[in-house]
Nanobody, 126 residues
Framework: QLQVAESGGGPAQAGDSQNLTCAAS????????MGWFRQVPGKEREFVAH????????YYSDSVKGRFTISRDNDKEEVYLQMNNLKPEDTAIYYC???????????????????WGQGTQVTVSS
């Protein structure tokens, strides 16, 4: 079982950069693939990025591809989301979670993930 905690959000201007951190603790962090999701009130949680357990394979949603980079440090038990060229539509609460199963939904299905953190708010103004 893992516990995760996200940090690094806050207010930003369009075009700014931010780096989010997901700090994990618990058993066998380096065996879990990890994902970042985001959610706006009243909308479903949206997939952002995925990284495999070794950190050598990543996958992004079309909306952030080329602007966001996911990475991890298994020694520190941390996952990062570097966000560049932020846009107002990136405004959301950002969550990280561990992927506990595979399936036809691929990396983007939130029900395949567990051990969600409390999230960190990112607010981008134009």
């Amino acid at each position: 079982q893992l516990q995760v905690a996200e940090s690094g959000g806050g207010p930003a201007q369009a075009g700014d950069s931010q780096n989010l951190t997901c700090a994990a603790s618990g058993y066998a962090f380096n065996t879990y693939a990890m994902g970042w999701f985001r959610q706006v009130p009243g909308k479903e949680r949206e997939f952002v990025a995925h990284i495999n357990s070794k950190g050598n394979s990543t996958y992004y949603s079309d909306s952030v591809k080329g602007r966001f980079t996911i990475s991890r440090d298994n020694d520190k038990e941390e996952v990062y989301l570097q966000m560049n060229n932020l846009k107002p539509e990136d405004t959301a609460i950002y969550y990280c979670a561990a992927r506990i199963r595979a399936g036809p939904g691929g990396y983007t299905t939130s029900s395949y993930y567990r051990y969600w953190g409390q999230g960190t708010q990112v607010t981008v103004s134009s």
